[in-house]
């Protein structure tokens, strides 16, 4: 049986108890549904899955300005929040994010044909093909429908109304891209959670950009 972990804390990272603040890059080329996932010098999610490297994840939904969707416990004014949208410079887990060690930048890989999610009698073969820009829009309109929903990291994978970060990435692309499931493991049932190193390892994703903090970088 699967016993969620006890949560004393909201915020899955720190965001003001680190001295230095880097300014981040961004990718030229980004694109809507993008993904990014981060690494932090502490994070509570680490404590929970001690064998977990990736701490946070958001995705893209706009690009100019630069916005994502984030589900990281608060908002970038300190009160506490469920899934956010926000420019990436304001963002809590991204640009005002104290303490942050590594981001990447990941491209879904679509699988091809590109079919839309349709009703579990329709067959696959029968689903409506799709082009890749819509694929994006729809992943971004899904996680722009989750915003102001709850904050709760001990949600599964089937859970559709409340979210950590990982989670509504992968719900935005699992419920709107027939099998686009960014998880480590081929079977979708490979376990309860969805982390962010899932999503970094999964066979559907790729990275085009990485940064990592390096001693000699300007704090912004």
Known sequence: MYVPP???????????DQNRH??????????????LVA???SSRWVRWLPWENWHHAALVVKTNPLTIIEAAGENSEGQLAGPTEVEFGKSVGFGKAKGIKEVRWLRPIFPNPLREVDSWLVQRSKRKIIAESEARKRVAEY???QVGESYAPASTKWNENSWYCSLLVYKSYSRTVTGMYLETYDDVRAGFLVTPEDLLNSKRTKVYFSWKYENNQIEA
Do not use: C, H, S, W
């Open 143 to 145: 996680a722009k429908k």
């Open 22 to 35: 880097i300014k981040l890059p961004k990718p030229e080329d980004v694109r809507i549904g993008d993904i």
């Open 6 to 16: 006890k949560i004393n804390a909201i915020l899955m990272f720190p965001t003001g």
């Open 39 to 41: 690494k932090y010098n």
